[in-house]
């Protein structure tokens, strides 16, 4: 059992850092570096993966904030209408999921070379566990996404004083022993798409049933808004492995 503590910070002339923040930043910058070496090995310039990081980020950022505030909030937001201006408060991961896509297809419409927008998808996917790890490491301290009480050994004690499952460390447990299958699986070349598929397939169940744990989201029809994206999400992830494959299979006939 993991006792309660409070979200570590410092406080630095006018601001504070919080350990969320600097986790998520810790985390931007070690997927940004597992991007370029999987660029590198993909022969994709430099330049043009840090320029997709920049168009992802900024596109997450927005649409994270964009629907926390409309899909989970929505009487907050309508009685606080200028909170939509206030992007660091409240974020949404399957937000930044949608707004991080809108982001990348800008950035293929702009820059991308054409054929090779699936390269570069395959690339971000790949370095995306690597990042997320370090995000939900800082829902962990912050505890942001209380479940329900549980006797799990990595239960943590909640400001209420039950033992309740802590899903920012849940999530990165199980995020971690996806990089560890991305590492053994990068061995071998795939094909481009591979990883986005495979991703897709592993996180959105995980994710669906961990969503009957949370506590305070709001439900439409019995389910969160994320239970609704992770249907998407896996249907989505089939389709990309399915129609990647056939096409690497015209591509690449067997001999």
């Excluded at 209380?146 to 199980?174: C, M, S, W």
Aim: with cysteine.
């Amino acid at each position: 059992m993991i006792p309660y503590f409070a979200q570590p910070s410092l406080p630095v002339g006018p601001i504070t850092i919080h350990a969320f923040g600097l986790l998520v930043a810790c985390g931007v910058l070690l997927g940004a570096k597992i991007l370029q070496a999987r660029a590198a090995a993909e022969a994709i310039p430099a330049r043009a993966a840090t320029r997709l990081v920049s168009w992802i980020l900024i596109g997450g950022f927005l649409g994270a904030h964009l629907f926390d505030r409309i899909v989970y909030f929505p009487a907050e937001t309508l009685g606080d209408p200028v909170s939509i201006f206030r992007i660091w408060e409240g974020l949404s991961s399957f937000g930044g999921f949608i707004g991080g896509t809108l982001g990348a297809l800008l950035f293929f419409r702009r820059h991308a070379t054409p054929g090779t927008a699936w390269k570069y998808v395959d690339a971000f996917a790949y370095a995306f566990p690597f990042g997320w790890v370090l995000g939900r490491l800082g829902c962990f301290v912050a505890f942001d996404h209380p479940g329900r009480p549980t006797h799990f050994v990595l239960g943590q004690v909640y400001k209420d004083g039950i033992v309740r499952h802590n899903l920012g460390l849940d999530e990165a447990i199980y995020t971690a022993f996806i990089i560890v299958l991305f590492h053994v699986l990068g061995r071998k070349p795939r094909f481009a798409g591979f990883y986005l598929g495979v991703f897709l397939l592993l996180y959105a169940p995980f994710r669906f049933g961990v969503d009957y744990l949370r506590i305070i989201d709001v439900r439409y029809g019995g389910l969160t808004p994320a239970q609704y994206g992770c249907i998407g999400l896996l249907l989505l992830g089939v389709a990309i492995l399915a129609h990647r494959r056939a096409a690497y299979l015209v591509e690449h006939p067997r001999t």
